[in-house]
Structures are given as structure tokens and as C-alpha cells.
């Protein structure tokens, strides 16, 4: 599915509210954020501000159907963040997602000399996704992501580079450089 991108502000206050408490979130650390946590989240500038942006993922007919957000936009190394709702998931639209903020971070913040995301070792979805669209599998961090039932699954860390989005290229980490 085709989806366009249309920029969160701040005024937009009860759609994210709406949109972030009517679902569950599995792999996050707050699956089921209440109103009151995502009006704290939009008050403190998480979503929008001098450090973060985002972005709607919208269908065809307007819906809001996922969400994107970078973060420490100002660094060297953002980070990004990606949801889109369960009834659209497998539609190819975490990849249009994925392929729009790296073009949005390379393009406005010029010091963006890489991209970084991180996941649950568990997030197949996810991980899939990262590795479709060039990101690299950088770190391995076990027993480091608390699940809600307690157990610590291990934390994979992605990044895509500068360089590599501007050439097309996919750079494997050298994992042999031991001395
Ligand atoms: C992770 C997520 C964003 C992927 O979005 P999506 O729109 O479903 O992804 P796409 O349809 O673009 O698929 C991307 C790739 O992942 C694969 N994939 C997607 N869901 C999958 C699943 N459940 N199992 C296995 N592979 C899956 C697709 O086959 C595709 O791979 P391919 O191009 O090699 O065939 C979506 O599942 C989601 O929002 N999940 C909940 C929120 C979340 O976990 N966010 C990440 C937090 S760190």
C-alpha cells in the first residue's frame, strides 16, 4: 500500500492521544500508554520540538495508519522510532517508513552522519524491516530489554550511514578486527 507522510505538530495533540492509546504495543517498554502518559510525552516536546520530529504515515483516504519519530535530531546520531497500526502491518509500509526519515534526516540536518534504531531480539517485524532497507545489525546487547512479564531478551541495535545512503551501498561492520 502507497501511504504519504504529513507532519506532526503540536496542535495535533488528541489525534496522537487517540491513536497511541487505542492499540497495544508489544515490544515497547509502555505497551499500553495511558492519555495521561502521551499528554506528558506531547507536553515535554518527545514528539516535536528542538529535538524531535515526526511524521503521520496516512492511506490513501487520509487515515492515520503508523507514526514515525526522530530523535536528537540536532546530533551527529539521531534515532528513530516506528509504529503502524496492526490492521496494516505487512503492507510494505514500514519500509516506505524506513526509506522517507533517512531521506528526511540526510536531507534537512546535514550533521546526521547516521541513523540509529533499536529493538527486541524478538521483534522479527522489525528486524526485517531494518535489514530490508540497508540498515546494518551494529550491537548485540544481551539480557538488556526488560519484557513485561519480567524476562530480559536481548537489545539489537541498527544504523544506517551517511555514506551509504547517499551511494546506495550496504557497508557490513568488520566484525574480524580483532588485533
Ligand atoms: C515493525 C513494523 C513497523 C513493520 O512494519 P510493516 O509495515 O508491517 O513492515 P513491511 O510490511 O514494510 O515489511 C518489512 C519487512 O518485514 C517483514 N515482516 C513484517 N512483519 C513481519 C512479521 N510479523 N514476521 C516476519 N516478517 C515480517 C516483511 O516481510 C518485510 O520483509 P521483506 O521485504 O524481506 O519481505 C510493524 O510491524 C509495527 O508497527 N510493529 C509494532 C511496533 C513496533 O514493534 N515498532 C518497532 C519498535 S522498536
Same mark, same amino acid.
Do not use: C
Given at each position: 500500500?502507497?501511504?504519504?507522510?504529513?507532519?506532526?505538530?503540536?496542535?495535533?495533540?488528541?489525534?496522537? #492521544?487517540?491513536?497511541?492509546?487505542?492499540?497495544?504495543?508489544?515490544?515497547?517498554?509502555?505497551?499500553?500508554?495511558?492519555?495521561?502518559? #502521551?499528554?506528558?510525552?506531547?507536553?515535554?516536546?518527545?514528539?516535536?520540538?528542538?529535538?524531535?520530529?515526526?511524521?503521520?504515515?496516512?492511506s490513501e483516504i487520509g487515515e492515520n495508519v503508523g507514526f514515525i519519530s526522530v530523535f536528537e535530531i540536532r546530533d551527529p546520531v539521531p534515532r528513530i522510532d516506528l509504529r503502524v497500526s496492526a490492521s496494516y502491518r505487512r503492507m510494505g509500509i514500514g519500509k516506505q517508513a524506513l526509506r522517507f526519515i533517512a531521506d528526511f534526516i540526510f536531507r534537512e540536518f546535514p550533521m546526521a552522519l547516521r541513523i540509529e534504531g533499536n529493538t527486541r531480539q524478538d521483534n522479527i517485524a522489525m528486524r526485517k524491516t531494518f535489514a530490508a532497507c540497508g540498515w546494518v545489525k551494529e550491537s548485540h546487547y544481551r539480557a538488556l530489554w526488560k519484557t513485561d512479564t519480567g524476562e530480559y531478551v536481548a537489545s539489537i541495535g541498527y544504523a544506517i550511514i551517511k555514506q551509504d545512503?547517499?551511494?546506495?551501498t550496504v557497508t557490513a561492520v568488520d566484525w574480524n578486527d580483532e588485533p
Open positions: 500500500m502507497q501511504v504519504t507522510f504529513v507532519e506532526y505538530s503540536q496542535s495535533d495533540q488528541d489525534g496522537i #492521544v487517540h491513536w497511541l492509546t487505542s492499540e497495544t504495543w508489544e515490544y515497547f517498554e509502555t505497551p499500553s500508554p495511558t492519555q495521561e502518559m #502521551v499528554v506528558n510525552w506531547v507536553s515535554n516536546g518527545h514528539f516535536h520540538g528542538e529535538r524531535a520530529r515526526s511524521f503521520w504515515i496516512q545512503w547517499l551511494n546506495g
